[in-house]
């Protein structure tokens, strides 16, 4: 059964700080991870998908890598921000879109100014 | 990148009654659909899966004639809470995907509060 999990649960720094959230899973037979942001009560905003023949997948500040033969995948986000505060979840998929994602615990961010 | 709606946004009913959630994909076909829930500061857990036209497949632990799931058609899903009770508030979250996007696409979440 895959389990996902994040560390730390939780993480609180001042403004401009880099970033390194952690995302390890059990089953490295993936065909993808996701990492996500959420935002207290709302829905989940796609941040990176990287595929699992994949190293790593860049947007603006944030860059996702990932090992799948350790199970393992970081989210760095350079020069954080008050309004990076948010959860982050990583998911991870067996199979094509069509399959169940499965979600880690999450770290909940906060940047303080 | 494509756009998933839920309707509505949050709920409040009295204990016995019946609710009824619905998901859209604006602007894309969804072979399939899934729901989740997420309880406070709890990350999310798949209630089940839909594929259109087909019978819904739930997760172990999830009652299927408590959450009813229809997915009758390539736009819209819908997922039914029956007889809600106080332990079934939270939030539920569907998400969609189709053949032309490699990843699912969720919607904005409901806020359902059974008092």
């Known amino acids: 059964k895959q389990e996902v999990t994040q560390i730390p649960a939780a993480l609180s720094v001042p403004e401009g700080e880099n970033l390194v959230l952690n995302c390890s899973f059990t089953d490295s037979a993936i065909y993808n991870l996701q990492w996500f942001r959420q935002d207290p009560g709302k829905g989940l905003t796609s941040l990176l998908l990287i595929q699992s023949s994949q190293r790593e997948q860049t947007s603006g500040r944030l860059n996702a890598s990932l090992d799948k033969s350790s199970g393992r995948s970081t989210l760095y986000i350079a020069a954080s921000q008050p309004g990076d505060s948010a959860t982050y979840l990583c998911?991870?998929?067996?199979?094509?879109?069509?399959?169940?994602?499965?979600f880690g615990t999450g770290t909940r961010l906060q940047v303080f100014p | 990148g494509a756009v998933v709606s839920q309707h509505p946004s949050w709920v409040i009913c009295k204990s016995g009654t019946s609710v009824k959630i619905e998901c859209r994909s604006l602007?894309?076909?969804?072979?399939?659909m899934f729901w989740y829930r997420q309880f406070p500061k709890q990350s999310l857990m798949l209630m089940a899966t839909s594929n259109e036209g087909s019978k819904a497949t739930y997760e172990q632990g999830v009652e299927k004639d408590k959450f009813l799931i229809n997915h009758a058609s390539l736009t819209l899903s819908t997922l039914t809470v029956t007889s809600a009770h106080p332990e079934d508030s939270s939030f539920y979250i569907c998400?969609?995907?189709?053949?032309?996007?490699?990843?699912?696409?969720f919607g904005p979440g409901t806020r359902l509060t059974v008092l």
């Open positions: 602007d894309f076909q969804a072979t399939t």
């Open positions: 998400s969609a995907s189709g053949t032309i996007y490699n990843e699912q696409f």
């Open positions: 998911a991870v998929s067996r199979s094509y879109n069509t399959d169940k994602l499965i």
